[in-house]
Structure formats: structure tokens, C-alpha cells
């Protein structure tokens, strides 16, 4: 699998980032076998948050094993100076490891959101001083995450962003084109930028969710998840993606990454075009519904 630079941290992060979100409700031997998936496909990058249900618990056993062949980012979405190092101390100790790659203010996705959190920043900072995160970053989930995140690297010393990237969403012209001018400061900066929901479809609506799945619809076709993973690997400025919350698309998405060819600008707005019609999955907090 292709591996990119991480912006200016360095490191050469596969192109498909393993999303932890995966491991929601997997106990330590299903969390053992999609390491070992992931590792078989040329996977070096793992995503990982306090959030993401069972998957601290049981990726922990497995991950002192590798860490060393591995770049482990965690995130915390607490606001305070005090709540945030709580959330970083216990991911180190569910994970077993003395510190974090890359450190995240995660689900940062208005710049009222970011000024919310000015004491986790703090946080992040002084642990970054103690050594405890050699890196630090913002995600965000919604459509203001691009505006948020400018805002963000802008006021701060951060090394990565990491967004919504898929072919609906560049379908909206204010979404592109924040984010557009998000990723010309990274390439300008030499930020390392990270694309989230590559192979999302639309919201669930009615359906129920199967288990297993991520909060949004994702597709299932592996032709549509390869022209999202391509689509979001074509985007200048984006490094990596992040893998979908769900162990059944895993194997697809990883032979798409794994087998990645660029998309030419017509075929980019090819599938924008062809995505249009699709209902966002955002707002999150009216449409995301987990099974």
C-alpha cells in the first residue's frame, strides 16, 4: 500500500488509516484478527478514541506487541484542562503504551466548539511538553469542521486536521470550497490532512442499522467504495483516510486503498455529479444513529 508524509511530522503514514471505530463492539480476538488484516494490507496508522465503544479494551492486549511498526493517534473530546488529561491518561493505560504519535481535539466542528475547548488545548500542549504526545491535531464531523479547523491550525501549533471527505459533500459548493482553502494552508504549512467518511453514502433515515455498521450509510458496492476511496486519495493535500467503523466493509475498503489509482479531474466530477442527488449525512446530531 502507498505510504504519504504526514505533513511535517515525518512519518509515512499508509494511505488507509485503520479507524478503531471498527473494533466498537469486537472483543480482543476479533480486535487481534483486524490488526493482523490490516498489517497483511501494508496498514502502519491506527485512529483511536475514548468513544469508540469497546475499542481501548481490546485493542490494548494486541498493540505493546506492535507498537513499534505502528503510528497510534487517540483524541478526546473533553473540554477542560482537567477532564482532557484524564481522558489521555487512561487511553495511554487501556492501550498499555507510554504515549501517542498524534493527539487530536476530536469533533471540533465551529469555531464556538473550538473556544469551548481552550483548556483541553492546554492540556494537549503540556502533554506534548512532558513528551506524553509527540503530536498534535483537530477532527471534526460536520459540515463547519473545515471553517473550524483553519480557524484551529490557525490559532494554534497543530500538525494535522482531519475532515469530511467524500463525493456528496464536495458537492456542496460552500462545504468545497472552505474545505478547499483548509487544504491550501496545509500544503502551504506543511500540515498533514486526513479525510474521514470516504465511502459514505447517506443517512439511515427509517432503516434500522445492522451491526457493525458506522452511524451514516455507507456504500457496500465495491466498485462505489473504491471510487470514494479514490476520491478522497486524489484530493491535493490529503495524506491519508481514515477506514469506516465497520469489520465487514474493512477487507473492501483496504483492497481499494491497496489498489489506488488517481482520478483524473473529470472523473473527480464525474463522481461529485453522480453523488448530488444523495442526502447528506450531516447535521450529525440529526442524523447519525448507531445500530
Given at each position: 500500500m502507498e505510504r504519504r508524509r504526514l505533513g511535517r511530522i515525518g512519518h509515512h503514514s499508509s494511505v488507509a488509516i485503520l479507524g478503531a471505530a471498527a473494533l466498537w463492539t469486537s472483543d480482543v480476538e476479533e480486535a487481534s484478527s483486524i490488526f493482523e488484516l490490516a498489517e497483511a494490507h501494508g496498514v502502519n496508522h491506527l485512529d483511536i478514541a475514548p468513544r469508540y465503544g469497546n475499542a481501548q479494551r481490546v485493542a490494548g492486549p494486541g498493540l505493546a506487541a506492535r507498537r513499534d511498526r505502528w503510528f497510534v493517534a487517540c483524541k478526546t473530546m473533553q473540554p477542560t484542562r482537567d477532564e482532557a488529561r484524564a481522558?489521555?491518561?487512561?487511553?495511554?493505560?487501556?492501550?498499555?503504551?507510554?504515549?501517542?504519535?498524534?493527539?487530536?481535539?476530536?469533533?471540533?466542528?465551529?469555531?464556538?466548539?473550538?473556544?469551548?475547548?481552550?483548556?483541553?488545548?492546554?492540556?494537549?500542549?503540556?502533554?506534548?511538553?512532558?513528551?506524553?504526545?509527540?503530536?498534535?491535531?483537530?477532527?471534526?464531523?460536520?459540515?463547519?469542521?473545515?471553517?473550524?479547523?483553519?480557524?484551529?491550525?490557525?490559532?494554534?501549533?497543530?500538525?494535522?486536521?482531519?475532515?469530511?471527505?467524500?463525493?456528496?459533500?464536495?458537492?456542496?459548493?460552500?462545504?468545497?470550497?472552505?474545505?478547499?482553502?483548509?487544504?491550501?494552508?496545509?500544503?502551504?504549512?506543511d500540515l498533514g490532512a486526513m479525510a474521514i467518511k470516504a465511502v459514505a453514502h447517506r443517512p439511515w433515515g427509517e432503516v434500522i442499522p445492522p451491526p457493525g455498521n458506522p452511524w451514516y450509510q455507507p456504500h457496500t458496492d465495491p466498485a462505489l467504495i473504491a471510487r470514494g476511496v479514490r476520491f478522497a486519495l486524489s484530493t491535493p493535500g490529503i495524506t491519508g483516510l481514515c477506514?469506516?467503523?465497520?469489520?465487514?466493509?474493512?477487507?473492501?475498503?483496504?483492497?481499494?486503498?491497496?489498489?489506488?489509482v488517481p482520478m483524473s479531474e473529470a472523473e473527480r466530477d464525474a463522481a461529485v455529479r453522480a453523488a448530488a442527488a444523495d442526502e447528506l449525512i450531516f447535521p450529525l446530531a440529526a442524523k447519525a444513529r448507531r445500530p
Open positions: 481522558d489521555l491518561e487512561q487511553s495511554l493505560s487501556l492501550l498499555g503504551i507510554d504515549h501517542f504519535d498524534l493527539y487530536q481535539l476530536h469533533g471540533v466542528t465551529s469555531v464556538e466548539e473550538l473556544d469551548r475547548r481552550a483548556g483541553a488545548v492546554e492540556t494537549l500542549l503540556t502533554a506534548r511538553e512532558e513528551g506524553l504526545v509527540r503530536h498534535l491535531g483537530v477532527t471534526g464531523h460536520d459540515l463547519g469542521a473545515p471553517a473550524a479547523h483553519l480557524e484551529a491550525v490557525r490559532r494554534y501549533d497543530l500538525d494535522t486536521v482531519m475532515f469530511p471527505v467524500y463525493p456528496r459533500v464536495w458537492a456542496d459548493p460552500v462545504y468545497r470550497a472552505e474545505a478547499e482553502r483548509l487544504l491550501g494552508h496545509c500544503i502551504e504549512h477506514t469506516p467503523g465497520s469489520p465487514t466493509l474493512l477487507p473492501m475498503v483496504l483492497a481499494a486503498a491497496e489498489e489506488f
